[in-house]
């Protein structure tokens, strides 16, 4: 009878296992992926702006920058490369670049997506559009570098505290305290 509860336990454990780990373990690589898209999206970005202003078409400038960034990030090359194909496809620019920044789940990329379909519907230059939000987004990690540079120290105090100080204090006050002691040992 004992064996048999066991027997059950295990099986419901092992149910609860196999039911809740897996979304833990898609959760988790999904977040890894939207990390490193948002770690290699400044450098798309740069890239980008300089294909569209050396006259290449979006399109055109799209795939090669996918191309080009094939080995550096296969996942942010693949998305582009993708895009090409539903425009090659016959799906409209608008809806492959509404569709990327939904596989993306980026806000960058939802900006620039934003952006390159406002500059196509009005007829702006999109080298000028692409430009200027390259200018934004580095100013914004330039000020997030800074906010997070000016957090370290607050998130510093604590391992300071811990770790340092006592080895300090055991360094400065040892040998003082071993001479405090040896002195009273000698006028007793």
């Known amino acids: 009878v004992t064996q048999r509860h066991w027997a059950v336990v295990?099986?419901?454990?092992?149910?609860?296992?196999?039911?809740?780990?897996p979304n833990l373990v898609l959760r988790h690589k999904e977040e890894a992926r939207r990390q490193h898209l948002a770690e290699v999206f400044p450098d798309v970005l740069d890239l980008l702006v300089?294909?569209?202003?050396a006259g290449l078409s979006l399109d055109a400038a799209i795939k090669r920058v996918g191309d080009e960034f094939h080995f550096a990030s296969r996942d942010m090359s693949d998305e582009l490369l993708l895009v090409t194909l539903e425009i090659r496809a016959g799906k409209p620019r608008n809806e492959a670049l509404k569709s990327l920044a939904e596989r993306t789940d980026l806000e960058e990329m939802?900006?620039?997506?934003?952006?390159?379909?406002?500059?196509?519907?009005?007829?702006?230059?999109?080298?000028?559009?692409?430009?200027?939000?390259?200018?934004?987004?580095?100013?914004?990690?330039?000020?997030?570098?800074r906010e997070k540079a000016a957090k370290l120290p607050v998130k510093m105090a604590i391992p300071?505290?811990?770790?340092?100080?006592?080895?300090?204090?055991?360094?400065?006050?040892?040998p003082a305290?071993?001479?405090?002691?040896?002195?009273?040992?000698d006028r007793m």
């Open 10 to 21: 295990a099986l419901v454990v092992s149910a609860l296992i196999g039911f809740f780990i």
């Open 50 to 53: 300089v294909c569209v202003e």
């Open 110 to 145: 939802q900006a620039l997506v934003s952006i390159l379909i406002q500059a196509e519907h009005f007829g702006t230059s999109i080298a000028d559009a692409l430009r200027e939000h390259a200018d934004e987004m580095r100013d914004i990690r330039i000020q997030t570098a």
């Open 160 to 174: 300071i505290l811990l770790f340092i100080f006592p080895a300090l204090f055991l360094v400065i006050l040892g």
């Open 177 to 185: 305290a071993i001479h405090i002691y040896t002195g009273f040992l």
